[in-house]
């Protein structure tokens, strides 16, 4: 037949594809939203400020982020940078799993400690960082606070301290617990010099944090959607044998129930603290110049 003769060819060159490459995107290049579900481009996600431009949802933040987006730009000089987490207790794999959070993370430990300023406001400046053993409470954090404390009593300087944590750190046992007394022993002399301190909870902001000083700033803001609380929700279920509504816990709960004060989305975080600071300021107090070391 002539079909047979004359067979038709092929419009396009078929490119057979590289083996283990479909759908795959490179690491980084997007993030889907945990509330709505949208795609986003991570440059679109970072110019919100770890924000979902759809439904406002607050992703994860990490320290150094959060400093930069808090801080006046090349303001913040960083405390204590050579203080290291001990194993007191010989817990089973405890340094190891330190190892792998500092090769994970970049940090020595959960939380960054140090000095700057907003809107030229000086201040001292903690943040915690959930990546690092999920922001647990151990020894270095306790005395990271501390320190960062005593200073800001020595200049005279308000405090702000971004939390996140699960809690208490267990391979430290009973001397992560005495964190808890001993930061809360460092912001009473802050108190009792008539100091600031504005206590911002992030998600999640839970257990021996919750407990200490988390809650026990003069001025309490959350970011939308944290969850804050001691126990989980579960284990409170469980006690108490009865159903917690849907929002419990949530920043918005807490709010109504007059645990805290406000609650500020993240792209409004830095222009809030920078008013509360200019409202809040010594001005004949020891402000430390920027080119002081510590």
Same mark, same amino acid.
């Given at each position: 037949?002539?079909?047979?003769?004359?067979?038709?060819?092929?419009?396009?060159?078929?490119?057979?594809?590289?083996?283990?490459?479909?759908?795959?995107?490179?690491?980084?290049?997007?993030?889907? $939203?945990?509330? $709505?579900?949208?795609?986003?481009?991570?440059?679109?996600?970072?110019?919100?400020?770890?924000? $979902?431009?759809?439904?406002?949802?607050?992703?994860?933040?990490?320290?150094?982020?959060?400093?930069?987006?808090?801080?006046?730009? %090349?303001? +913040?000089?960083?405390?204590?940078?050579?203080?290291?987490?001990?194993?007191?207790?010989?817990?089973?794999?405890?340094?190891?799993?330190?190892?792998?959070?500092? *090769?994970?993370?970049?940090?020595?430990? %959960?939380?960054?400690?140090?000095?700057?300023?907003?809107?030229?406001?000086?201040?001292?400046?903690? &943040?915690?960082?959930?990546? +690092?053993?999920?922001?647990?409470?151990?020894?270095?954090?306790?005395?990271?606070?501390?320190?960062?404390?005593?200073?800001?009593? *020595?200049?005279?300087?308000?405090?702000?301290? +971004?939390?996140?944590?699960?809690?208490?750190?267990?391979?430290?046992?009973?001397?992560?617990?005495?964190?808890?007394?001993?930061?809360?022993?460092?912001?009473?002399?802050?108190?009792?010099?008539?100091?600031?301190?504005?206590?911002?909870?992030?998600?999640?902001?839970?257990?021996?944090?919750?407990?200490?000083?988390?809650?026990?700033?003069?001025?309490?803001?959350?970011?939308?959607?944290?969850?804050?609380?001691?126990?989980?929700?579960?284990?409170?279920?469980?006690?108490?044998?009865?159903?917690?509504?849907?929002?419990?816990?949530?920043?918005? +709960?807490?709010?109504?129930?007059?645990?805290?004060?406000?609650?500020?989305?993240?792209? *409004?975080?830095?222009?809030?603290?920078?008013?509360?600071?200019?409202?809040?300021?010594?001005?004949?107090?020891?402000? &430390?110049?920027?080119?002081?070391?510590?």
């Amino acid at each position: 037949m002539l079909k047979d003769l004359f067979p038709k060819k092929k419009r396009y060159a078929t490119i057979a594809p590289i083996p283990g490459s479909r759908d795959k995107v490179p690491e980084g290049l997007m993030n889907k $939203c945990k509330n $709505c579900g949208e795609i986003l481009l991570s440059k679109e996600l970072d110019k919100h400020v770890k924000t $979902c431009p759809h439904c406002g949802y607050h992703f994860t933040m990490y320290a150094d982020e959060r400093i930069a987006a808090t801080l006046d730009e %090349g303001s +913040f000089v960083e405390f204590d940078l050579g203080l290291r987490t001990a194993d007191p207790l010989s817990f089973p794999d405890y340094p190891l799993k330190v190892d792998k959070a500092i *090769e994970a993370t970049g940090l020595f430990e %959960g939380v960054m400690t140090g000095r700057g300023t907003i809107h030229g406001h000086p201040l001292v400046i903690a &943040v915690m960082d959930a990546r +690092f053993i999920m922001g647990s409470m151990g020894s270095v954090v306790g005395e990271k606070l501390s320190r960062a404390i005593e200073f800001a009593v *020595e200049h005279r300087l308000p405090v702000v301290i +971004f939390s996140v944590s699960g809690g208490a750190r267990m391979q430290e046992g009973i001397i992560s617990l005495m964190q808890m007394a001993k930061v809360s022993a460092a912001l009473a002399r802050l108190n009792h010099e008539g100091l600031l301190y504005v206590s911002v909870l992030t998600n999640p902001t839970t257990g021996g944090v919750t407990a200490s000083f988390a809650m026990q700033g003069d001025i309490h803001i959350a970011e939308p959607g944290a969850i804050i609380g001691f126990a989980g929700r579960r284990v409170i279920e469980q006690t108490i044998r009865q159903k917690l509504p849907d929002e419990f816990q949530t920043a918005e +709960f807490v709010l109504e129930h007059g645990m805290i004060d406000r609650v500020v989305h993240r792209k *409004e975080m830095r222009q809030s603290l920078g008013m509360v600071l200019a409202l809040h300021r010594h001005d004949g107090g020891d402000q &430390v110049g920027r080119g002081s070391a510590v």
